[in-house]
């Protein structure tokens, strides 16, 4: 059975960091682009971060631009989200997905979440 599984979230006070996982189960992340996305109560989802499968193009969304990184561990079929200067805002259960057509298509393989508390 083909999917992907997050792993990482955890509470932390503001300005912590944690890393995120995402773990793929029956195919190769290589040859998939992988998005990290959030949802937060009452809220849209919204894309935070995406990285390609080509040449290792990376996006980020605004609000997370110089505090989040985005990366991939080939050899252990995993990509990684590491938050910094986390903010309560941030607050949401963070889920990845795969997409064989890239980072702006549509996304083959959803993750269930995993839950990220900002707060003190």
């Known amino acids: 059975q083909l999917h992907v599984v997050e792993s990482g979230g955890a509470l932390v006070q503001p300005g912590g960091s944690l890393r995120l996982s995402c773990e793929a189960s029956?195919?190769?992340?290589?040859?998939?682009?992988i998005g990290w996305f959030r949802q937060a109560p009452g809220k849209e989802r919204e894309g935070v971060s995406c990285?390609?499968?080509?040449?290792?193009?990376?996006y980020y969304e605004d609000s997370v631009k110089g505090r989040f990184t985005i990366s991939r561990d080939n050899a252990n079929n995993t990509v990684y989200l590491q938050m910094n200067s986390l903010k309560p805002e941030d607050t949401a259960v963070y889920l990845c997905?795969?997409?064989?057509?890239?980072?702006?298509?549509?996304?083959?393989?959803w993750g269930q979440g995993t839950q990220v508390t900002v707060s003190s």
């Open positions: 997905a795969a997409s064989s057509g890239g980072c702006r298509r549509g996304y083959d393989y």
């Open positions: 029956g195919f190769t992340l290589d040859y998939y682009a």
């Open positions: 990285i390609s499968s080509s040449d290792g193009s990376t």
